[in-house]
């Protein structure tokens, strides 16, 4: 199964919708960087139910406060979501 | 494990140029190996000795040099994307009759087929965009 | 065995590098026999545009988009959405010597590769 990373805003561009829109059925999410301002609970797009993750760095970095139903993660946990899956693509811009 | 990064994100322009070096430590924290970290776009421009940002911030090429170092890491820059943005290193700039030569000591310029290489063959490959 | 590799081309000619880049890694790849398959998705799809960069003074990326075939990269798709989003009919994104697929499910295509460059 595909980790989809996606890296922008979602206000400043349609990383995260041209991802979601490539979303199948048992892949995981992660956010990262400026991607973290989608993980907020007042966000303008509608996450995956399961299975998506919010870099916690990047979201402490910007003040963002995580959605409860979303995964904060660390970076060591990052790199185990890439053991478990592949390919691993990434969105940005 | 076998990583593969790939960073399009130049240095102190693009965060991701920082995140790709943060993910190589919890990559080797983690017990895994780097197969490769092949520079690319302006990624290449990490590959650059001349970068110096203040003493307050982060100095992300003395980092790369020494994860390379205590890791023998391979740190591709990609020749091509690097000619055309002025990363040389002292072959390429004589070559080319350039007045500088400016490709830090730890990376190293060379074709896309590293990048075909450590694509076909190592078992997870990540990408850090701009 | 070595991984399946897809190429993700999001992104449309000139603006930025990366499906110019994209374009010469794909053909990298080719080159080592570690032929990818490609998917033109999102502004990606403008690449299969026919192009006139003269007036910016840019080689032509949708001329070199011809060379995939004649490198073996045969298997190339188009993200039906994008195309329909941006108002583009397959006739409008053909390239010589391809054939060039139409795909409803980029999710379904995406995971059945080892790995995906994203350009």
Partial sequence: MTLHIVNQSPHAGSALRDCLNAFAEGDALLLIEDGVYAAQEKAPLELPENDVFVLSADAEARGIAIAPDLTAIDDLRWVTLCVEHTPIVSWFR | MQFTLVVYGAPHSAQGAGTA???AKAVLASGHSIFRVFF?????????????????????LRQWQALQQSHQLDLTVCIAAAQ?????????????????????????????????????????????GG | MTNSILALCRHAPYGTTFAREGLEAVLACAAMDQIPEVLFINDGVYQLLAQNPQAIAEKSLY??????????VERIYICQRSATERGLALSQL??????????????SLIRRFDQVLSF
């Avoid at chain 2, 990048?115 to 078992?123: I, K, V």
């Avoid at chain 3, 053909?94 to 999710?107: I, K, S």
């Fill in chain 2, 21 to 23: 070096l943060r993910f």
């Fill in chain 2, 84 to 128: 055309r943005r002025g990363v040389l290193s002292e072959s390429e700039a004589n070559r080319l009759e350039r007045p500088a030569a400016n490709l830090a000591d730890g990376f190293t310029l060379a074709g896309l087929g590293q990048l075909a290489e450590a694509t076909a063959l190592s078992d997870r490959l990540v990408s850090f």
């Fill in chain 3, 63 to 72: 001329r070199n988009l011809q060379a995939l075939p004649m490198f073996g």
């Fill in chain 3, 94 to 107: 053909q390239l010589t010597g391809a054939d060039v697929q139409l795909l409803e499910d980029p999710g």
């Fill in chain 2, 40 to 60: 690319y776009g302006d990624g290449i421009h990490n590959g650059s000795a001349l970068a110096t940002p203040p003493q307050d911030e982060q100095d992300l």
